[in-house]
């Protein structure tokens, strides 16, 4: 699930709060920090990966895996308030998750193989 320090979540382009996701190798994702009411923080967000083998993420929080396999957190840290929130990824060779939410946490429901997946909405 995504971890919060004061008001800094972790969003995807939509602005809808993540969990715990899985991403397909060689995939990106287009984060944002969000802060507790919803709104997106557009300045002073410092994003970072705890394993940069298995994926980057840019300055402006898009993520790019480079691992088959593995797990990694990334972290937005808003550095007037030292606020940070994190997600955790796992990279799979096999596809991209498809989550649900159920009023309390995002579920896995189903695996997309990679030759399916598609960013439209």
């Known amino acids: ?31 944002k920090a969000i802060d507790s009411k919803g709104a997106e923080i557009t300045s002073g967000i410092t994003w970072s990966t705890d394993a940069p083998t298995v994926a980057t ?24 308030t030292s606020s940070s929130g994190t997600v955790k990824i796992t990279v799979s060779a096999t596809g991209k998750s498809i989550l649900a939410f159920d009023g309390k946490e995002f579920k896995e429901i189903y695996t997309a193989p990679n030759q399916n997946l598609s960013e439209e909405k």
């Open 57 to 80: 993420v840019s300055t402006s929080g898009l993520v790019t895996t480079l691992s088959k396999d593995g797990p990694v957190t990334i972290t937005a840290t808003q550095s007037s």
């Open 1 to 31: 699930n995504t971890t919060t320090v004061a008001n800094v979540r972790i969003a995807d382009s939509t602005l809808a709060a993540l969990g715990d996701s899985k991403l397909a190798y060689t995939a990106t994702l287009q984060l």
